[in-house]
């Protein structure tokens, strides 16, 4: 099945610094790639996605890069602040009408001030 | 609109107890999942319904069952509890994209379960 492999685990930056988060996934037929965010002992929110379509997309201060190619796609964060502190999830959709998705294993970024 | 409701927040089991972790769904969503969190695992899939009537196992439905007898509710039933179910639990639900894969999914707030 399905599988998406999310690095680094930890990544510690200083505000104002850009962070980048990749993940890998197995299944080529896989279509969209959300990213989620986490909050200490909070729920996880989405926070920006891309379909295979599309190779980059940008939020303000988000973006997501996509090499269907590779089968990787990567978050960048740039100008952090310190809410930005949080576990982010990466994740992968196989095309078909499930709509499950498959999460990478998080990554805990913290932003220190 | 509540969103995704879960019940309980939090319980304590001993081992070889059974209990039913609640979920429900007001925005009509024909999607729902369950996930569990442990730390440094991210989120596993371990069951999910694509409608009242069908569910269908994920990555993880060894000691768990489902049932989705209405479009608003997906219990998850643990019959045998084992200290490996200590975990936080998620339910999320989200609504058909089609055949884009696009699929937006809206959490509930999560439920800790202990196993001793």
């Known amino acids: 099945g399905e599988n998406v492999e999310q690095h680094p685990s930890t990544l510690s930056v200083q505000e104002g610094d850009s962070a980048v988060i990749k993940c890998t996934y197995s299944?080529?037929?896989?279509?969209?790639f959300p990213w989620y965010k986490q909050e200490l002992g909070k729920r996880p929110q989405l926070i920006i996605d891309?379909?295979?379509?599309?190779g980059e997309k940008k939020d303000q201060r988000i973006a997501v890069t996509l090499n269907k190619t590779a089968k990787h796609f990567s978050l960048h964060i740039t100008e952090t602040q310190p809410e930005d502190s949080a576990v982010y999830f990466c994740?992968?959709?196989?095309?078909?009408?499930?709509?499950?998705?498959?999460f990478g294993q998080g990554t805990t970024l913290q932003v220190k001030p | 609109n509540a969103g995704v409701t879960q019940t309980p927040k939090f319980r304590i089991l001993k081992i070889g107890q059974s209990m039913t972790l609640q979920c429900a769904q007001d925005?009509?969503?024909?999607?729902m999942y369950w996930y569990r969190q442990d730390p440094g695992m991210g989120l596993k899939l371990i069951y999910y319904?694509?409608?009242?009537?069908?569910?269908d196992k994920g990555e993880v439905p060894n000691g768990y069952n489902v049932s989705r007898s209405t479009t608003e509710d997906f219990p998850l039933r643990l019959e045998l509890a084992a200290p490996s179910q200590t975990s936080v639990y998620f339910c999320?639900?989200?609504?058909?994209?089609?055949?884009?894969?696009?699929?937006?999914?809206?959490f509930g707030a999560g439920s800790r379960l202990t196993v001793l």
């Open positions: 999320a639900s989200s609504t058909s994209q089609g055949n884009s894969g696009a699929n937006v999914l809206t």
């Open positions: 299944d080529s037929a896989s279509n969209y």
């Open positions: 891309i379909r295979s379509n599309v």
């Open positions: 994740a992968a959709s196989i095309r078909s009408n499930t709509g499950k998705l498959i």
């Open positions: 925005m009509n969503h024909n999607y």
């Open positions: 319904s694509v409608g009242a009537g069908i569910t």
